[in-house]
C-alpha cells in the first residue's frame, strides 16, 4: 500500500502539517526539519495525490496566466519571471496565449476556471467585460491584471509608470541638446501607449519645444510598425535629429529601416527606445531605452496573487513601478550653439 502523509510525519518525527509546508513550500521549515521530511518522503515513495489534496484544501497551487504573445520579447521576458516566481511559491503555472485574440481570450478564460486554478494573472489587451466578471466574480477568482488588462473591484493592477517612462526619455534628448523631436508610439488604445504619448507630451511642453504633427506617428508595438513607422518619418519635409519610440520592438525594427536608407545612428538620427528588453543592449548602436522593471513587475504579480488567494474579498490596488532611464549608446550629444 502506497504511504500516507501520515507515515511520512510519522518517520521524520513531525506533524503532517509540518510536512504539507515542507512538500508544498507554503511555510519556512527549519533546513533540518526540511531535510528529515525530504528524506523520509523520499525513503517512503511518497507522492501526495494532486486531486486528494486539491479537493481537501481547495487549491490546485495551480495559477492561469492570459497573456499576449506576439514576436515581442517583452513579453517572454515577463513570463519567464512569472514562472520563476510560481515555482518558488509552488505553484505550476498554466500559460494561455491570447494572441490578442477576443474569442481566444474568452476560451482560455473558461478553461483556467474549469480547471480550478487558484488565481488568473491577465497580461493582454483584448477581454469581454461581461464574461470576465462572470468568471472571476462568480466563483470568487482572485485575479491579478499585470500591465494592463480588466479592472474590478476586487481586483489588483500592477502598472510601469509609463508617464514618468516618457518623460524621462524625452527630457534626456532634450538634455542632449535635441529641440527636434519625433515619437513613434503604440496603440493608442491601450493604456501604456496613451500614457507614454502623455509623457512625451508633457516633456516636449515643459522643454518649450514645438510638437511636430508630421512627426508624430501611431503605431503598433511590433517590429514592423517600427519600421513602416521609420519609413513614414523618413518622407516627412524635414528630418527630426531624434525620435522617442514607445517600445524597444518597435525601435529595432525602425532603426533597421533608417540604417537600410541611409540614416546613421545617432550621428544623423538619436533613438531613445521603452522596454530594456535583453536584445537592446546587443543593436548597432546599443539602444538608449527606459527600462521597465519586469523582474519587479513579476515578483510583485504573484505576491499579489498569493494575498489575494488568502483574502479574495481584499479591495483591488493599483501598484506603480517606476522606469529608469538606461543610456547607451543611441544618442548623439549636440554640439550647444
Ligand atoms: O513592448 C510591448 C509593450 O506592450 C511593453 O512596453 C508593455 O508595456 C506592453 O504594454
Not at 490546485?60 to 515555482?87: D, I, W
Not at 531605452?289 to 493599483?318: C, F, H, W, Y
Amino acid at each position: 500500500m502506497s504511504a500516507t502523509i501520515k507515515d511520512v510525519a510519522l518517520l521524520a518525527g513531525v506533524s503532517t502539517t509540518t510536512v504539507s509546508h515542507v512538500l508544498n513550500k507554503t511555510r519556512f521549515v527549519a533546513p533540518a526539519t526540511r531535510e528529515r521530511v525530504l528524506k523520509a518522503a523520499n525513503e517512503l515513495h511518497y507522492a501526495p495525490s494532486a486531486v486528494a489534496r486539491s479537493l481537501k484544501v481547495k487549491t490546485t497551487k495551480s495559477l492561469g496566466m492570459l497573456v499576449t504573445t506576439t514576436l515581442n520579447p517583452f513579453f517572454a521576458e515577463v513570463v519567464k519571471e512569472v514562472e520563476r516566481q510560481c515555482y518558488q511559491q509552488g505553484y505550476t503555472l498554466v500559460l494561455c496565449n491570447t494572441d490578442g485574440e477576443l474569442e481566444k481570450t474568452n476560451a482560455y478564460l473558461m478553461m483556467l476556471a474549469q480547471k480550478r486554478v487558484d488565481g488568473i494573472l491577465v497580461m493582454c489587451s483584448e477581454y469581454d467585460d461581461s464574461l470576465f466578471s462572470a468568471v472571476i466574480g462568480k466563483r470568487d477568482l482572485p485575479m491579478v491584471v499585470m500591465d494592463w488588462g480588466p479592472s474590478g473591484d476586487y481586483v489588483d493592477r500592477i502598472q510601469d509608470n509609463s508617464v514618468k517612462g516618457a518623460h524621462l526619455a524625452v527630457q534626456h534628448l532634450v538634455e542632449q541638446g535635441h529641440e527636434a523631436i519625433a515619437y513613434i508610439g503604440g496603440p493608442l488604445e491601450k493604456l501604456p501607449a496613451r500614457q507614454r504619448y502623455d509623457g512625451f507630451l508633457e516633456a516636449m511642453h515643459e522643454a518649450g519645444l514645438p510638437v511636430v504633427p508630421e512627426w508624430i506617428i501611431e503605431s503598433n508595438f511590433e517590429f514592423e510598425g517600427g519600421k513602416l513607422g521609420m519609413r513614414r518619418l523618413l518622407t516627412s519635409p524635414a528630418l527630426p535629429s531624434a525620435v522617442f519610440i514607445g517600445n524597444d520592438a518597435m525601435a529595432m525594427g525602425a532603426m533597421s529601416e533608417a540604417q537600410l536608407s541611409g540614416v546613421s545612428i545617432p550621428e544623423t538620427l538619436s533613438v531613445v527606445g521603452y522596454d530594456n528588453c535583453f536584445y537592446s543592449a546587443y543593436l548597432t548602436p546599443p539602444l538608449t531605452t527606459i527600462d521597465q522593471p519586469k523582474r519587479r513587475l513579476a515578483e510583485q504579480a504573484v505576491a499579489s496573487m498569493i494575498e489575494r488567494i488568502d483574502n479574495p474579498r481584499q479591495n483591488g490596488r493599483l501598484i506603480m513601478l517606476e522606469p529608469d532611464l538606461v543610456i547607451r549608446s543611441s544618442v548623439k550629444t549636440m554640439a550647444r550653439c
